[in-house]
């Protein structure tokens, strides 16, 4: 059964840490990998991984994908209050044309000030 | 519209009556999507629509679950005979053509099933 798990579930840090997000596939079908920061209800996109090894960043924030690991994590330097938020990882499904996103559990970050 | 947009945005209902959810997608996407985020748990996915038709239904949980899409616009998420195992937020969800292309989320519908 294909699945995304994400590491660690919670994490609680203060102003100006730095702190780096793992998230682990199983799929058969991969196609593409997403990150998604969710601080109240809609998950609002921050990346998309099609390539191995190459580095997408934008601002504090920087993820990269290792297809040879099955793997992602994603970087925030510099943490902010307004960072806290569930960070979800998704994987499109490439078994049809759908482009369906199968997810991990998310992890929970608290920022604190 | 700028975003996919959702109503309602809450919901309180009693068990056993039947809600409807509606969602309007971003202008111009084609693909359409509802997800299902329990407490605590990850997005689950329910149907997929390109266009009017739902080529892949299979996340829907049981037969009171339906959807349909008109005009390869708005969305309608029903739920028949509402159990307390349906209270979770529901997420519709929009991207250009389906495929790998980017998905973009709404802000949900929170369903509380008392």
């Known amino acids: 059964e294909d699945k995304v798990v994400q590491s660690p579930l919670s994490l609680v840090v203060h102003e100006g840490d730095t702190v780096t997000l793992n998230c682990s596939y199983e799929?058969?079908?991969?196609?593409?990998l997403l990150w998604y920061k969710q601080e109240k209800k809609a998950p609002t996109f921050l990346f998309m991984l099609?390539?191995?090894?190459i580095e997408k960043k934008s601002g504090r924030l920087s993820s990269i994908l290792d297809k040879k690991e099955l793997s992602s994590i994603l970087n925030i330097t510099a943490t902010q209050t307004g960072d806290s938020a569930i960070y979800l990882c998704?994987?499109?499904?490439?078994?049809?044309?759908?482009?369906?996103?199968?997810f991990g559990q998310g992890t929970t970050l608290q920022v604190k000030p | 519209g700028a975003g996919v947009s959702q109503s309602p945005s809450n919901k309180v209902t009693e068990k056993g009556k039947d809600v409807e959810l509606r969602c309007d997608p971003i202008?111009?996407?084609?693909?359409l999507y509802w997800y299902r985020q329990s407490l605590g748990q990850g997005l689950e996915f329910l149907i997929y629509?390109?266009?009017?038709?739902?080529?892949?239904k299979s996340g829907l949980p049981s037969d009171r679950f339906s959807a349909e899409r008109t005009g390869g616009s708005v969305s309608t998420l029903t739920i028949q005979r509402t159990q307390q195992e349906d209270s979770a937020v529901y997420l519709c969800?929009?991207?250009?053509?389906?495929?790998?292309?980017?998905?973009?989320f709404g802000e949900g519908s929170w369903l509380t099933v008392v």
């Open positions: 629509f390109q266009g009017n038709s739902a080529p892949d």
């Open positions: 799929v058969t079908n991969f196609r593409s």
């Open positions: 099609t390539s191995s090894g």
């Open positions: 202008s111009g996407h084609t693909a």
């Open positions: 998704a994987v499109v499904d490439g078994s049809s044309n759908t482009g369906k996103l199968i």
């Open positions: 969800a929009s991207s250009l053509m389906g495929g790998g292309n980017t998905i973009y």
